[in-house]
Each structure stands twice: as C-alpha cells, then as structure tokens.
C-alpha cells in the first residue's frame, strides 16, 4: 500500500503563487509515476501534470503548461507542484496521485491522496 499526503493549498490572489507538496509512503516509491489532478465543485477530476519515476519525465495539460512545475525527490518521497501566475479557474481541489505504469491518467491511478483546497481570489 501507498499513502499520499498533500500540503501546501490555500487562498492566494490572482497573479500570486503556491507550492504543493506530496508525500509518499509505501514501497519501490521511485518507480512511481506521480503527479497531480485537480476538481472544482461539479465539475470532472482533471488531470493537471505528471513526472515519471525512472526518466523523470514531465507532462502538462495545457492549461497549466507554462506556468506549473512539477518535480520529485525520491530521496525524501516527494514529489511537487510549483503553481505561478495562478488564476481563478485554477481554483480546485488538488489531488497527488501515483499509478506503477508509464502514463498518469485517471483509469490508471492506484493510488490517491486526500486532496488539498487552492483558492484563487480575482
């Protein structure tokens, strides 16, 4: 079993920036794709970015290409998301997320962690 636990959300204003933490337990952590999804009130789970664990290769939606990185530590567990320039409709629940396979898509997550609030005020 994985757990994941996020960090870091919160209210900023529009323009400004948040870092988003994860962290991972469990077994063979770097071999994990990781990344993040997000879900505002009503809407579909969306899948913001992603980090794989043996190249450590990236992947972005559009929405956030650009403006959010991701990275990972595999010595501390942790993988995180460096969110600038956020705007309102970033506003979401955030989610960490860990799947064994190559690709991070929703059908393919193992693991979820619990998700934490971002607020973007205009």
């Known amino acids: 079993q994985v757990r994941l636990v996020e960090s870091g959300g919160g209210l900023v204003q529009a323009g400004g920036s948040l870092r988003l933490g994860c962290a991972a337990s469990?077994?063979?952590?770097?071999?994990?794709?990781m990344g993040w999804f997000r879900q505002a009130p009503g809407k579909e789970r969306e899948f913001v970015a992603s980090?794989?664990?043996?190249?450590?290769?990236?992947e972005y939606s559009d929405s956030v290409k650009g403006r959010f990185t991701i990275s990972r530590e595999n010595a501390a567990n942790t993988v995180n998301l460096q969110m600038e320039t956020l705007k309102p409709e970033d506003t979401a629940v955030y989610y960490c997320?860990?799947?064994?396979?190559?690709?991070?898509?929703?059908?393919?997550?193992?693991?979820w962690g619990q998700g934490t609030q971002v607020t973007v005020s205009s």
């Open positions: 997320a860990a799947t064994t396979g190559p690709l991070l898509r929703s059908a393919f997550v193992n693991y």
């Open positions: 469990g077994r063979t952590f770097s071999r994990y794709t």
């Open positions: 980090i794989r664990g043996s190249t450590s290769s990236t």
